[in-house]
């Protein structure tokens, strides 16, 4: 994918600094909510609770945060059912954004999505209107010291992955939708330390941001999207210029 290793730099400088405020935490809660939901609160049943479980455990999550995340999913609290719902939208210089969501509330959801749009040179949009330029993908995660890019490009085509992509941090496998849990579960199989499985949409054509003024909205547009506490991934097609990317970091 064009543009990666761009995007890669700035969402690991991102996860870090999430990290520290905790935001983090709850999307993590999120995820094992809907996955417990999904196919129930047993982890060696449910392979995508596991995954939830793991990803959730990397980052610390506290253990009680976990507990109560799986009960929340699997009804034993009660209240409000959590709902998984993609938004839509477009940023200033014509960006694309699609926003997974989990929300108990469905409209209070909807109407801060698009006031955080409305207050940053942005637009909300029709479902369909953002997402055709997208293409969904599985990926899976590897820490690059955990193996060679060699061997992980070898083992990941073996197991039906379409490509690997690797950088200093990660390995990022893809492949079709409905191969990740095959793949994924090969990977396990053959000994190798998966830290995330999860599903992306991945931009057909990225718009690339030569002007740092644009770049600097596009980037406050997206940390707001992400921090919404309802708010489980943000995508978008646009990448930065090295020129941009050298201000930011100036």
């Known amino acids: 994918m064009a543009g990666h290793n761009k995007w890669s730099k700035v969402k690991h400088i991102k996860a870090r600094v999430d990290a520290v405020k905790g935001r983090v935490f709850s999307k993590c809660a999120h995820e094992i909510a809907l996955a417990a939901k999904a196919g129930g609160g047993d982890p060696l049943l449910n392979a995508r609770l596991r995954t939830a479980i793991d990803n959730a455990k990397a980052v610390s999550t506290p253990r009680e945060n976990i507990e109560r995340a799986i009960k929340k999913g699997t009804g034993e609290l009660g209240g409000a059912a959590i709902q998984e719902i993609t938004y839509e939208g477009y940023g200033p210089n014509g960006t694309a954004f699609l926003i997974e969501a ?85 990977l396990r199989a053959s000994g190798y330390n998966i830290t995330s499985e999860t599903f992306v949409s991945i931009p057909q054509t990225p718009l690339l941001i030569s002007d740092i003024t644009v770049a600097r909205q596009c980037l406050k547009l997206y940390d707001l999207l992400d921090a919404y506490d309802d708010t489980l991934n943000v995508f978008t097609n646009f990448e930065l210029s090295d020129a941009v990317m050298a201000e930011l970091d100036s």
């Open 102 to 186: 989990a929300t108990d509330n469905l409209n209070r959801t909807a109407q801060d999505i698009r006031t955080i749009f409305s207050k940053n040179q942005g637009n909300p949009a029709t479902p369909g209107a953002v997402s055709y330029q997208f293409d969904r993908r599985g990926q899976i995660l590897l820490p690059a010291d955990s193996v060679s890019e060699e061997a992980i490009f070898e083992a990941s085509i073996l197991a039906g992955a379409d490509d690997v992509q690797s950088d200093e941090n990660e390995h990022t496998i893809l492949c079709q939708p409905a191969q990740l849990a095959a793949v994924a579960s090969q």
